[in-house]
């Protein structure tokens, strides 16, 4: 097993045992003997439970940055890439694995808060930035008119059309997984109020 394959094999299972046990009952021993790798490895890498999950947290963030770039950086006109976006993060923010870790932070507030941070350093503080940029770019080219509120205040109402209370639903268990093309769905409603609210003036 080469490194990638064991970090892998680490991710499927913390993410197995985490579903199975919760973040109280999901160990280090546990995670180790489901990926068959021994304890003193799993200790090396992560030296705690927090700190495996907040570098699975990270990961998570790394990914979304990635294609949020990548949608800007297609050559899309800035709307466009905004319902893009916002397709990637309503589904990456109802998935099982994302709301596992929601759940894990809110287990692990009392502990060390360790997720909780991670989870804001690496979701609003470092995707809303990604998202306003492109609000912005929208009234750079005149698609919407901006004069009445800031950049930061249209993407916080981009966010809560395409979000609503879908993630906090599913992280507290009172929604299942989206079906497919939901997001898509969402991002299209969500943009288009948007532009809606913000129309030019003519």
């Given amino acids: 097993m ?7 094999a680490i991710e499927e299972a913390a993410y197995a045992v985490l579903a199975e046990r919760g973040y109280k009952g999901a160990s280090m021993l546990a995670i180790a003997k489901r990926a068959r790798v021994s304890n ?7 030296a705690n439970k927090a700190g495996l999950f907040a570098t ?3 990961r998570n963030s790394d990914a979304l940055a990635r294609q949020l770039d ?15 976006a916002g397709s990637l993060l309503y589904e990456l923010l109802t998935s099982e694995r994302v709301v596992l870790l929601n759940r894990a932070a809110a287990a692990d507030v009392a502990d ?7 989870l804001a350093e690496g979701g609003r503080e470092r995707i809303a930035p ?15 008119d901006l004069r009445s509120q800031t ?19 599913r992280i507290i ?7 497919a093309g939901a997001g898509e769905r969402r991002a299209e409603r969500a943009t288009d109020c948007l532009v809606r609210l913000f129309a030019p003036v003519t």
């Fill in 2 to 8: 080469d490194d990638e394959q064991r970090t892998l």
């Fill in 40 to 46: 003193e490895t799993l200790y090396a890498r992560y």
């Fill in 56 to 58: 699975l947290v990270r």
């Fill in 70 to 84: 990548g949608a800007v950086a297609d050559g899309r006109d800035p709307l466009a890439a905004l319902m893009a």
């Fill in 112 to 118: 060390s808060g360790t997720l909780g941070r991670a």
């Fill in 130 to 144: 990604k998202l306003i940029a492109l609000v912005e770019a929208a009234a750079d080219r005149g698609v919407v």
């Fill in 151 to 169: 950049p930061e205040e249209a993407t916080e109402i981009f966010l809560g059309v395409l979000l609503a209370e879908h993630p906090v639903r």
């Fill in 173 to 179: 268990g009172s929604a299942e997984l989206p079906e």
